[in-house]
């Protein structure tokens, strides 16, 4: 009886580590065929720039502000950045522009935003 338990326990030990070497291979296999499909991928050609540019926007933006009578002259571009304007159902993307009045008064203020699918400016409400 003590061989034949002798015998079950040597055959589990090599099944137990024969699997331990297998699965410790794999991976290395993997990785190497993870890596080659990565090569061999087909490089595309993305173009991240948008439609329309910051300069043409603040251009865009400048004419607003003069076509609807707003006076920029005290004031200085504080900000110019790309946003997201609008709600969650419908998103677009924007030129934000923030002009600051020399003064430094709270609200004191000029908002406008360029579309840059569409190039039409509004200007936001401030305080």
């Given amino acids: 009886m003590k061989k034949v ?38 490089l595309t050609k993305r173009n991240f720039r948008p439609k329309l540019t910051l300069q043409r926007a603040l251009k865009l933006a400048e004419s607003y502000a003069a076509k609807e009578k707003i006076d920029l002259s005290r ?19 924007c030129w934000f522009f923030w002009w600051v009045n020399e ?12 579309s ?3 190039g039409n400016a509004n200007r936001l409400p401030s305080m």
């Fill in 5 to 42: 338990l002798t015998v079950l326990f040597v055959l589990s030990v090599n099944t137990i580590s024969l699997a331990q070497a297998n699965q410790q291979s794999e991976p290395m296999r993997e990785a190497s065929v993870t890596q080659q499909r990565i090569v061999d991928l087909p």
């Fill in 75 to 93: 004031y200085y571009l504080y900000q110019a950045k790309y946003i997201l304007y609008g709600g969650k159902d419908r998103q677009e993307p």
């Fill in 103 to 114: 003064d430094g008064a709270l609200g004191n203020y000029v908002e406008i935003i360029v």
């Fill in 116 to 118: 840059i699918d569409s």
